[in-house]
């Protein structure tokens, strides 16, 4: 147990050093550089005995990562924006080939025009493809979240790949301490690299040709199947962790004051640390509100959700995406989620904010917060979807 | 090279989807051979991509993986890397890619591989268009040749020549092939694998569908190919063009029979006009130039 | 080097295996089928070198031999044979 202080981005690497990978694709990208900029210097340095493949573009990035991975080695590679779009193709071809892979994703948000801050749409973005995709607040989850995706990533009852975010700046470029754990403790943790199949040459495996539709749904059905026993791995990886290594967070969401909360908020990212503050300042007013921190959002743990917010006043959903046309991504599989389990939703509010990397402060929350619950309580329903915008 | 046929026996299985006449099934006889089946393929969006026959079988007797149209390069340097940390040697890597995949959409990542001289053996087969998707033209068809997108003019503009790209990159080596000349690939693919590094092999293909001829003519059309001195057969490593047999007696023009024969076989051709005729045969004074001065 | 373990998966995989006929039964795509007339056959093995389908296996003895579940008819070895040995026939002649 090291404390170090470390940017999101070098607790990324960290964490990928941790896990011994065996083959890295390195690409360029802002907020992302510095973490396959500090894997170089492990590389080369031979701290990490790994091979860096410099490719030529994210699409090969991630081509590059699936030709290791299906080839037998533990591969990574790190993207934001731009470069996630252009390897979207890759993305659901990984997750359909059902081989293990770890991916983080420092979030941007996406051209046009040019904007290199941060927001949720670069992420959210993928929510179709198969990966599980977890959030961190802050970087110390993002060191245990990169970690644990290799343990989770591996397991036979799941053999899906993973990605993890992180704000771009908020997290990626910002110092935090970080409390390292010891090498060979994770090394042995993590254990063997297990996938279902290898494709070097041992067998004669063709992997991907043409399958009929009947065939190929059943493959389909199965990464669904997949999803929902991860939930199980999850809770079971973070509860190991927790043994191990001190730190456990709660599974799929984490709860801060939300148990004995009338008002719940629930929100993904660096920001749920804002909207914490905002909580306090709200509780010491007298205000019964409490926090729901999505960690996965895929899967999507809307029963999780539902557990605690079955008996709830009002729930409100901070988004800092939007699927244009319609609402916020969090918002619209929360309330989807919750119809697997009741007919009647408390009032549900979905405020979107921080797009192209608007900075939100825990006043802003405190505002939104406070005012939506007093307008509620004075019998006046705010209307249930607001772009919150400001400048300055 | 009698053996040769010996090794071929258990590489293809019969019950493939090719085309009859089809040049690919050919042609992966000789590299299933020539390693032994010990090798990955990496197989990009293709005609390949459905000769292996559908899930749950394949017509190829070792590893293959299917990958998205850009990236056979990407996906090779991935499983090469991941090989050598894993220590396996005895295996190799191949990338089996159609003109469209490597000089189209997969120009970007081959030259990446390239420059990063991988070790695999990228073989592109030319068979001059985009052929899976029904004969729609590449950078890598012939000027005048007809395709569904060039259904009136023919194709506007020369050949593309990948293999010249790929002897700029500085790669340890690139050599043309034909499937007309099985023995030649065969021996082509065994140097490959004898050196550490970025391998490319272009590989003359005729598509019987494509270019619009019997389907008994694969054969016929590609040692026309190289008897016209169209498609020049040879070897580039240690900084120098090494001539191939099949291709030697062509350096002299005089031996060379008339582009025309090559040309009237092919139903793609049939509207070309004389200028053309002239412009191909000019193509090839050309192109032998080119092979003399690196010789 | 993280060592590597197989564990297979109870999920469906697009994982495919060889298997003779992947495409079927493609004898059945032909329209002319290839005769050899053993006795002018040299054994050069052309025809088994070239065939496209892998359906030809040239025995000292018997010559080429072609298996015509598979055989799609294109002619090719036909073209190839430098003895003229091979003749191509219709369908149901």
């Not at chain 1, 801050?117 to 995709?133: E, K, V, Y």
């Not at chain 1, 908020?170 to 494709?199: C, F, N």
């Not at chain 2, 990496?42 to 590893?63: E, H, K, L, M, R």
Request: hydrophobic content about 40%; proline content about 6%; some cysteine.
């Amino acid at each position: 147990m090291v404390l170090k202080v470390l940017t999101g981005n070098y607790a990324v690497a960290e964490a990928v050093k941790l896990a011994r990978v065996d083959v890295v694709a390195a690409y360029p990208i802002t907020p992302q550089t510095s973490i396959v900029e500090k894997l170089a210097e492990y590389i080369e340095s031979g701290e990490l005995e790994a091979k860096m493949i410099r490719v030529e573009s994210e699409h090969s990035a991630l081509a590059a990562v699936f030709g290791a991975a299906i080839a037998g080695a533990r591969a990574f590679t790190a993207t934001s924006s731009q470069g996630l779009l252009y390897m979207h193709e890759w993305v659901h071809w990984v997750s359909r080939a059902r081989i293990p892979v770890v991916m983080a994703i420092v979030t941007r948000a996406i051209g046009t025009p040019w904007n290199i801050w941060p927001d949720h749409a670069d992420f959210l973005d993928q929510r179709d493809t198969g990966w599980i995709m977890s959030f961190a607040m802050d970087n110390q989850e993002v060191l245990d979240l990169t970690i644990q995706a290799f343990k989770i990533s591996e397991d036979p009852r799941v053999y899906l790949p993973v990605m993890i975010g992180l704000e771009g700046f908020i997290l990626g470029h910002t110092s935090m301490p970080v409390d390292v754990p010891d090498p060979d403790k994770v090394a042995e943790w993590l254990g063997p690299r297990r996938q279902p199949y290898v494709i070097d040459g041992s067998k004669p495996w063709a992997l991907g040709s043409l399958a009929w539709p009947e065939e190929t749904e059943e493959m389909f059905m199965d990464i669904q199947k997949a999803m929902e026993e991860s939930k199980k791995v999850i809770v079971e990886v973070d509860e190991e962790y927790g043994r191990l290594f001190g730190r456990k967070y709660g599974g799929l969401i984490a709860c801060h004051r939300c148990s004995d909360a009338k008002y719940h908020i629930v929100s993904m990212g660096a920001w749920s640390g804002d909207i914490i503050e905002s909580i306090e300042l709200l509780r010491n007013e007298g205000y019964p509100v409490g926090l729901i921190r999505i960690r996965y959002v895929r899967p999507f743990p809307d029963k999780e959700i539902y557990g605690i917010v079955s008996n709830s006043r009002a729930v409100i959903v901070f988004d800092r995406a939007i699927s244009y046309g319609s609402m916020g991504p969090l918002y619209m599989d929360l309330v989807a989620g919750l119809t697997k389990y009741t007919r009647k939703l408390p009032y549900m509010r979905n405020i979107i904010a921080g797009i192209g990397g608007v900075n939100i402060t825990y006043q802003d929350f405190y505002k939104l917060i406070k005012e939506t619950i007093d307008s509620l309580e004075k019998g006046v329903e705010p209307p249930v979807f607001t772009w919150y915008h400001r400048r300055g | 090279m009698s053996h040769l046929p010996q090794a071929m026996r258990n590489t293809i299985l019969p019950g493939e989807a090719a085309c009859p006449g089809c040049p690919i099934p050919m042609a992966l006889k000789v590299v299933g051979a020539a390693f032994n089946n010990k090798l990955v393929m990496v197989v990009p969006a293709c005609c390949t991509s459905i000769v292996i026959g559908a899930y749950p079988g394949s017509a190829f007797n070792w590893s293959t993986v299917h990958v998205a149209f850009a990236s056979a390069a990407a996906v090779a340097s991935g499983i090469a890397e991941a090989l050598e940390k894993r220590g396996i040697k005895d295996v190799q890597v191949v990338a089996w890619a159609g003109d469209g995949g490597t000089a189209d959409i997969g120009m970007a990542s081959l030259s990446g591989a390239a420059e990063r001289n991988h070790n695999i053996i990228y073989i592109m087969y030319d068979n001059e268009a985009y052929m899976n998707t029904g004969i729609q033209r590449s950078s890598s068809t012939p000027k005048g040749a007809w395709t569904t997108t060039t259904p009136i003019m023919g194709k506007i503009e020369h050949k593309k020549d990948v293999a010249r790209i790929m002897i700029a990159h500085g790669v340890p080596y690139v050599a043309t092939a034909s499937i007309a000349y099985p023995h030649d690939f065969y021996a082509k693919l065994k140097k490959a694998a004898s050196i550490r590094g970025f391998k490319f092999i272009q590989l003359h293909s005729p598509c019987p569908v494509g270019w619009r001829f019997d389907p008994s003519l694969t054969v016929k059309v590609a040692r026309l190919a190289i008897e016209t001195g169209l498609w020049v057969l040879y070897e580039y490593y240690d900084g120098r063009l090494r001539l191939s047999g099949p291709s030697r007696p062509y350096l002299d023009k005089a031996k060379r029979k008339p582009v025309i024969e090559y040309l009237k076989l092919q139903g793609r051709f049939r509207k070309i006009t004389d200028e053309l005729v002239r412009e191909i045969e000019k193509y090839v004074d050309e192109l032998w130039e080119w092979i003399k001065k690196h010789m | 080097m993280t060592k590597l373990v197989i564990v297979e998966s109870k999920y469906k995989i697009p994982l495919a295996l060889p298997k003779i006929g992947a495409a079927g039964k493609t004898g059945l795509w032909r329209l002319e089928r290839p005769v050899v007339d053993t006795s002018k056959c040299t054994r050069c093995f052309q025809c088994e070198i070239y065939c496209p389908a892998n359906v030809i296996r040239v025995d000292k003895e018997k010559g080429a031999m072609i298996n015509y579940d598979y055989c799609k008819g294109c002619g090719i070895c036909a073209n190839v044979c430098p003895a003229k040995a091979i003749t191509m026939v219709k369908e149901g002649e």
